[in-house]
């Protein structure tokens, strides 16, 4: 018998060392930071300097050692605390752990180290304005002249490239511009000529910015490319699905942060000579988002953990990834409500995050696309696409 729920304690003292740096920060000051144009850069780097933003790449590379299930517990952690670090998704989890894993020795020296310690945040960019989701018809190419890689297209939606000092590229090779995709997927340093950016305006309440790139024969040398392009589909969803791992990571950190909120002014709040928390109107919507939490929780885990020791984790993360959506959307959701009018004011932020939440159900892969892809690998149903 070998099936244990139990974290132990290195994963609780890992949960108690985050909630403990991130409450210093909180939730008023992440909010701050969104609606000044700030960034959250002093939380990143003091993250980084504990070892929390690496806790899950090699250690003779500075990082922890640990795996996805670490990393993932530390992002719910800052969520539920009010402060997630949407790069984590990025930096450690896609860009860390495919350079670890497939690069060359002299990449992962460059780049591992300033990941780990989050003196260098990598951006990933695989989203096109014309594939949208569908990642097969991207149309940035990558092609050879001489000992140089040149690379031309466009990307849409990228986080945090005016944080980051390179982005990982996903292109395809320009002897393959056209049939099934063989990605290839290269760093490009920010400042490299060619690359240039403007920032989306959105809706969302976040210091984390959204860019659309442009990539105008960027010239990079032959070390750009990370891995073989011949194993591209594999190494990059080596990539991939620590992505999903972290998005579900980034949405129960949220949800619990909301329960939290609500559940303690529905413990408070008196309008009828009791608490509204006495009325099963208010506390069976929350008890269900709990029940939702919870469940997406195992989910998570499990699909850190498939990851970590090295099987097949496209199902599990891609669930839980969907399942922490639905958590959050419907625990934000059941959150502002039981704060009545106050769930939409500024001074409260629980209004904040709704499009916070709603955004998690968008990327980093969207609730269609997961559905697509349970019903086509676990229920055998015909490709709908
Ligand atoms: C805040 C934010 C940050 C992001 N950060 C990054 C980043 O750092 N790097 C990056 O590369 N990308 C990033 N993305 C992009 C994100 O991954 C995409 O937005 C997402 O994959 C959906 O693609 P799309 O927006 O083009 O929607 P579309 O592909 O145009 O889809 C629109 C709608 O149609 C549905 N749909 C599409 N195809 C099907 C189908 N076959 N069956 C059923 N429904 C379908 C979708 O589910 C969606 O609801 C970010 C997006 C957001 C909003």
């Not at 920060?25 to 939380?43: D, I, K, M, N, S």
């Not at 625990?331 to 500024?346: I, R, W």
Request: net charge negative.
């Amino acid at each position: 018998m070998t099936l244990d729920f139990d974290e132990g304690d290195e994963l609780r003292d890992l949960r108690a060392a985050v909630a403990d740096l991130a409450g210093r920060y909180g939730h008023r000051w992440f909010l701050e930071q969104a609606r000044t144009g700030g960034t959250v850069q002093a939380l990143w780097a003091e993250a980084g300097k504990a070892g929390l933003l690496g806790v899950n790449l090699p250690e003779e590379h500075g990082g922890g050692g640990g795996g996805m299930v670490e990393l993932a517990v530390v992002l719910e952690e800052l969520g539920a605390a009010g402060c997630p670090l949407l790069m984590m998704v990025v930096s450690p989890a896609i860009c860390g752990t495919v350079i670890a894993r497939y690069g060359t020795a002299e990449q992962r020296d460059r780049w591992l180290p300033g990941i780990a310690d989050g003196s260098l945040t990598m951006a990933f960019a695989i989203t096109e304005p014309d594939a949208g989701s569908n990642s097969h018809e991207i149309t940035t190419t990558a092609r050879r002249d001489g000992e140089e890689w040149v690379l031309s297209g466009q990307k849409i939606w990228i986080s945090g490239v005016d944080v980051a000092g390179a982005v990982l590229v996903v292109a395809r090779l320009a002897d393959a511009v056209k049939g099934t995709l063989r990605p290839a997927l290269f760093v490009v340093p920010t400042d490299a000529p060619g690359l240039s950016r403007t920032q989306i305006p959105m809706e969302l309440v976040s210091p984390d910015n959204q860019f659309q790139l442009f990539l105008d024969d960027v010239r990079l040398p032959a070390d750009a490319l990370v891995g073989s392009p011949d194993a591209g589909i594999a190494q990059l969803f080596a990539g991939l699905n620590p992505e999903r791992v972290m998005g579900a990571a980034y949405s129960l950190g949220t949800a619990r942060l909301a329960l939290d909120r609500a559940a303690a002014y529905a413990r408070d709040r008196r309008v009828w000579g009791t608490p509204i928390g006495a009325h099963q109107g208010v506390s069976h919507p929350l008890a269900a988002a709990r029940v939702e939490v919870e469940l997406a929780r195992l989910m998570m885990l499990k699909a850190a953990w498939l990851i970590d020791s090295g099987q097949d984790a496209g199902t599990a993360a891609n669930s839980a990834k969907y399942a922490a959506a639905e958590a959050v959307v419907h625990a934000v959701d059941a959150a502002v409500q039981t704060h009545g009018g106050s769930g939409l004011s500024q001074d409260n932020g629980i209004g904040a995050l709704v499009t916070a939440s709603r955004f998690s159900r968008i990327a980093p892969v969207s609730r269609e696309m997961v559905l697509n892809f349970v019903a086509q690998h676990d229920l055998q149903l015909p490709r709908s696409y």
